[in-house]
């Protein structure tokens, strides 16, 4: 449906004035690429949001297609799959941007898969309000149209997703919750040495005040001469990527480097000064250099 309207410059142009004429919020639908990961759910977004304009469109150029559009039940689905959607990317974006670390995204994981747990169980009973587009839908159709075999399905749906998420994230990082506090949380699992020195830490309100006013890693780090084995433990839990954020980071930089202007094929240098934190000291830099050699 997108792909005929998208695939023809003719199309496209006309489907635009067609929304200028109707007064529409959006000219044009989004076509869907599997390089941006939020694609998907935004294509379906902006087409149930076009839906009226789409179908207008499709039958003028007498499609078949156009009578999905009639079919209540398969924009009804179309609302449901604009709602999951939405709530996936919410949670990719949850996962992503700097100091994270992989006890933070395990437990916003695990805070999805507990939502998918009540999602099913109340779509189950025939309630859909955590899906507004869905309920909104389902609203405006009024009482003559029975959708408890769309209930059905989208309940089949949400299990098999949650036994996705179950298969894709199985480690249990529970034992190392002493790692993100040290102050609350017990570690049975460690030696007796490594045990009385994270009592010894609790016992530190120094080092009390210092959890409290600096960030995880930064507060571990400052604790490497003094527990070295705590420590060395803890940062092979947060040093690992916990997500793919600096490489989306670094595609971004790198489309914003690769301009039809560039010249110069090798970017690994400035793609390390885009993607660093460290801000240069350009003065210091300056200062350092002769600006005129002398003969």
Known sequence: MINLIKSRPLNTRLFGVLCQEMGSGHEQLLLHTEVRWLSRGRVLQRLYELREEVKWFLTEIKSDLAKHLDDTMWLAS????????????????????????ILLLADKVHAFTQKLDLWHGRISRGNCDMFPSLAD???????????????????????????QFATYFKEDYSSFAWVRDP??????????D???????????????????????????????????????????????????????????????????????????????LCLSNIEPRIEDLCKAKQAQVSH
């Open 78 to 101: 179309l609302s449901y799959l604009v709602d999951i959607y939405d709530r996936l990317n919410g949670l990719n974006l949850s996962l992503q941007g700097r100091e994270t670390h």
């Open 183 to 192: 102050f609350v949380c017990t570690a049975n699992e460690l030696s007796i």
């Open 194 to 272: 490594m045990q009385e020195q994270l009592i010894e830490l609790k016992s530190d309100s120094r080092l009390k005040e210092l959890f409290s006013s600096c960030p995880l890693l930064s507060f571990w780090a400052a604790l490497m001469q003094e527990y070295p084995e705590l420590c060395d433990v803890a940062f092979k839990i947060l040093l690992p990527f916990a997500s793919t954020y600096l490489c989306e980071a670094g595609f971004s930089k790198m489309t914003t480097l690769k301009t039809k202007y560039r010249n110069r094929a090798q970017i690994e240098d400035d793609l390390r």
């Open 137 to 163: 839908f389902i609203t405006d159709a009024g009482t003559s149209h029975d959708f408890s075999s769309l209930f059905q399905s989208a309940s089949e749906h949400l299990s098999a997703m949650r036994k």
